[in-house]
């Protein structure tokens, strides 16, 4: 008789826990994710600069607070890069991209491959091609020749690197632009593209149009919008840091840009907000990509 109540106990310990686990509510989604965007959603740490320059540790906790687990780099702060993947670890936070100058990339590429693979980088960029005036197609085919060489020698220790577009790429040249030109001369198992969504509005440039040219030569991508009747077809890779707007709030279709950018095959979207209000901004771009519908 024991044995039989012992077993009907077990049964019903068995059924009643089903039923409390199927009454668990369904694991909550990423930060910044939802029905239509399902990300993933990181933040470039520059968002949060003057911040970094006064407390790291308290940054990196704020970052933390706003549910981010990915996150992209623009610089240590003035720790060494050991100690600064060292604090990204103990809040959770997964270095996955990371941004050098192209000075650096051209006269040191031992050190930024050290740096990139001590920070644990799964990707290493460059943000800004070092150019004096217009950009010009020799400032363009230098930069063809360092990149081609960056992407090699970090894909030997299993890095990948990219190009972060910023407007003035988008000079024209021949048939097309520079950017055309880059493109077409960079080594494409080596050499990827990070699309920030703002540096190609600004020069006057479709980024639907440019997703579905390029596809996949496109892996990461910066989103933040622009504030309503900042003027654009400009080439300067130059704005008001007070033009980034949280997204939804701006200028920008950002439905049809998600939409294309799924297509392609994005594979990291970072929220960049330069704006001296990003703390606050932040949350709202949070809360547009949670709802919006593409």
């Known amino acids: 008789m024991n044995r039989i109540l012992r077993l009907c106990g077990g049964a019903i310990s068995v059924l009643a826990a089903s039923l409390f686990i199927g009454q668990q509510p369904a694991q909550a989604a990423d930060v910044g994710t939802g029905k239509s965007f399902k990300g993933p959603i990181g933040l470039q740490l520059y968002s949060l600069r003057g911040d970094f320059t006064k407390n790291v540790p308290a940054t990196l906790e704020k970052v933390k607070a706003l549910g981010f687990k990915d996150v992209e780099l623009a610089g ?132 639907v149009a440019l997703l579905e040219k390029y596809g996949n030569r496109f892996k990461l991508m910066h989103v933040k919008d622009m504030k309503k009747g900042t003027k654009t077809g400009l080439l300067t890779g130059k704005s008001d840091v007070t033009n980034d707007v949280p997204l939804g709030t701006g200028q920008i279709d950002y439905p049809a840009i998600l939409k294309a950018a799924k297509k392609a095959g994005i594979q990291y979207y970072f929220i960049e907000d330069e704006s001296p209000t990003s703390v606050e901004q932040i949350p709202v771009t949070l809360k547009y990509l949670e709802n919006v519908k593409f």
């Open 76 to 207: 240590t702060y003035g720790l060494s890069p050991e100690k600064f993947k060292e604090m990204l670890d103990q809040n959770g936070l997964k270095p996955i991209s990371g941004h050098f100058a192209f000075d650096s990339y051209q006269t040191n590429l031992a050190n930024v491959v050290k740096e990139a693979k001590a920070l644990g980088l799964k990707y290493a960029g460059c943000a800004w091609i070092t150019h004096n005036g217009d950009f010009t197609e020799k400032d363009c085919r230098k930069a063809i020749e360092v990149f081609n060489a960056a992407g090699a020698e970090l894909a030997k220790n299993g890095i990948k690197f990219f190009y972060h577009t910023h407007g003035y790429e988008f000079q024209r040249f021949g048939d097309g632009t520079l950017f055309d030109l880059l493109m077409k001369e960079t080594e494409r198992k080596n050499v990827n593209f990070e699309m920030d969504v703002f540096w190609i509005i600004h020069p006057g440039q479709n980024p």
